[in-house]
């Protein structure tokens, strides 16, 4: 159910510090952690404490965390000094467009040039 912790979410776990991450900043309602496998010198993945299988859901029953998401996605670019270089927030909502773990999650990519269209 939206909103309650999965037992079989990777991502419920490392709110619930059953699995280890490299933790960036937390909040009430968010968590912001390094992503292990790095797209980018920047790879901060920032997620809802809550579970939401993806961002449409989370907006749907949760907008006020899904802008704590992307505010927090923003205070983690100034914290890492990117907010002069520039940087992306990406949300990937579905496995054809490479979600992997259904827990809804931004990608904060930055530290080199991220041309367009990506993917």
Known sequence: MAGEAQADCLFCKIV??????????ETET?????DINP????????????HY??????????????ADVLRE??????????DGTGYRIVFNTGAGAGQTV?????????GRGLEWPPG
Do not use: M
Request: charged fraction near 15%; aromatic fraction near 4%.
């Open 39 to 50: 797209q980018a010198p920047t790879h901060v993945l920032v997620i809802p404490k809550a």
């Open 53 to 66: 299988p993806d961002a449409a859901a989370l907006a749907a029953k949760a907008p006020q965390v899904a």
């Open 30 to 34: 968010v968590v912001a952690f390094r």
């Open 102 to 110: 259904f827990h809804a999650h931004a990608h904060l990519l930055g």
């Open 73 to 82: 996605a923003g205070e983690v670019a100034a914290e890492e000094k990117l």
């Open 16 to 25: 619930a510090g059953e699995v280890p991450a490299t933790l960036v900043r």
